[in-house]
């Protein structure tokens, strides 16, 4: 009998799969070291300053309007105002004088106004010894001494205890005071400081 052939030894083989063609891109020119090429002629969007026609375009923010300026006092109302305050301030010292007899009003005092004003003026007059610019003038001045303001306070207040010292040896005949001496507060304590400071060495 005659041989018939074989389906699959007489069908032809499949054709291969198509090859994919690379798609080709577009060349980009690199940039060179020193700031050419492509890069160079097209430069990115607000990179870099502004041509002028881009800057007339850009909205200007409105120009900021002067605040007003305060209405100040003039000089010579300004200073007839310190006048009558440095008035106010003696008169109140004045006050203090006939209430305790003195003028040295005491750092914590209960009108911490009035002493500090009286510090001040001594500050001052220490600037018009030396020659410098002061607001305590000849008129100021005057005033303070007529009511027998005191310029040094610890001289003032160490003659005040030594004229205690001098009526307790008077009356006690001896100068040991007590510590705690209620006749005259605070002696005691003045003449041991006084003692303390005799064994010190002098000094110039």
């Not at 032809?12 to 063609?21: D, G, H, T």
């Not at 305060?70 to 301030?89: G, I, K, S, V, Y």
Request: charged share 30%.
């Amino acid at each position: 009998a005659e041989r018939r052939p074989n389906v699959t030894e007489t069908r032809a083989p499949p054709p291969p799969p198509p090859r994919k063609m690379p798609v080709p891109q577009p060349k980009v020119a690199k940039a060179n070291c020193r700031g050419g090429g492509a890069a160079a002629k097209h430069p990115r969007p607000n990179a870099g300053p502004l041509s002028k026609p881009q800057q007339q375009q850009q909205p200007s923010s409105p120009p900021e309007s002067p605040l007003p300026r305060r209405r100040t006092r003039t000089q010579p109302a300004r200073q007839a105002e310190l006048d009558q305050r440095w008035r106010d301030m003696a008169d109140k010292l004045l006050e203090y004088k006939k209430e305790y007899g003195h003028v040295v009003v005491p750092r914590f005092h209960y009108d911490v106004r009035l002493a500090a004003w009286v510090m001040e003026q001594r500050k001052h007059y220490r600037l018009l010894r030396q020659g410098k610019t002061t607001t305590l003038s000849h008129a100021r001045l005057k005033v303070l001494n007529d009511m027998g303001f005191v310029w040094n306070a610890q001289d003032f207040g160490w003659r005040r205890k030594y004229g205690q010292l001098k009526s307790y040896r008077e009356r006690h005949g001896h100068v040991n005071v007590p510590l705690e001496c209620k006749e005259f507060p605070g002696l005691g304590k003045w003449v041991k400081e006084q003692r303390r400071d005799y064994a010190l060495p002098a000094t110039d």
